[in-house]
């Protein structure tokens, strides 16, 4: 059974900083890409950052929307995924689901291509 679990979310201010988290269990971590994708009330579900395994070079990609601001790290032995998210914005507000994908490196950032997700965890940034 795999389990997908993201915690850290909660409610901040403009230009504030949060680090989500996210454990992977029931799989071979080292495996599988393992990433954030999130969904705002009344749109898709979009891309944000995915890691990708070490056997496809084990690098972090990123959507436009996250670069710059958002960093992803991956630790391959305490099994953990952690977004790191500066400088937030009401437009971040949204639903962030940790996700696990084998998909090729040109499909990285495909929600087709996901194998698991997370049960989400809540991300409001207002004043």
């Known amino acids: 059974q795999v389990q997908v679990a993201e915690s850290g979310g909660g409610s901040v201010q403009p230009g504030d900083s949060v680090r989500l988290s996210c454990t992977v269990s029931?799989?071979?971590?080292?495996?599988?890409?393992i990433g954030w994708f999130r969904q705002a009330p009344g749109k898709e579900r979009e891309f944000v950052a995915i890691?990708?395994?070490?056997?496809?070079?084990?690098?972090?990609y990123y959507s436009e929307a996250a670069n710059g601001r958002f960093t992803i790290s991956r630790d391959n032995n305490k099994r953990v995924v952690y977004l790191q998210m500066n400088s937030l914005q009401p437009e971040d507000t949204a639903v962030y689901y940790c996700?696990?994908?084998?998909?090729?490196?040109?499909?990285?950032?495909?929600?087709?291509?996901?194998?698991?997700w997370g049960q989400g965890t809540q991300v409001t940034v207002s004043s």
């Open positions: 029931g799989l071979n971590f080292r495996d599988y890409h």
């Open positions: 996700v696990t994908s084998q998909a090729a490196l040109s499909a990285i950032r495909y929600a087709e291509m996901v194998r698991s």
């Open positions: 890691y990708s395994r070490p056997g496809s070079g084990g690098r972090p």
